[in-house]
């Protein structure tokens, strides 16, 4: 089994910065795609940002704004979020692929840290 822990999310004013963070433990042969996604009430869950072997990729409505990066020794993801906007208001979701035995990966979501821009 893996478990991904999250944390960094906390209330923010408009135009401010937050990091979150995202350690992987467990049985862990390796991991593939490293994940952010995140969900604001009423709405789909959706893709912020992912790194696959040192290639990063971001929703358009990050750009510019967003950096996720990522710590292989530690099994770790960050993303780094400045210039908030009250509509990054969300619950924030790690999402991990994970190999356990050779060729077989598999998929874990961690529990989701609360991210609030408000003033």
């Known amino acids: 089994q893996v478990e991904l822990a999250e944390s960094g999310g906390g209330l923010v004013q408009p135009g401010g910065s937050l990091t979150l963070s995202c350690a992987a433990s467990?049985?862990?042969?390796?991991?593939?795609?490293m994940e952010w996604y995140r969900q604001a009430p009423g709405k789909q869950r959706e893709l912020v940002a992912r790194i696959v072997s040192g290639i990063r990729n971001y929703a358009d409505f990050v750009k510019g704004r967003f950096t996720i990066s990522r710590d292989n020794a530690k099994n770790t993801v960050y993303l780094q979020m400045s210039v908030l906007k009250p509509e990054d208001t969300a619950v924030y979701y790690c999402h991990a692929l994970v190999i356990q035995t050779p060729g077989k990966e598999y998929s874990y979501w961690g529990q989701g840290t609360q991210v609030t821009v408000s003033s």
């Open positions: 467990g049985s862990i042969l390796s991991i593939n795609a």
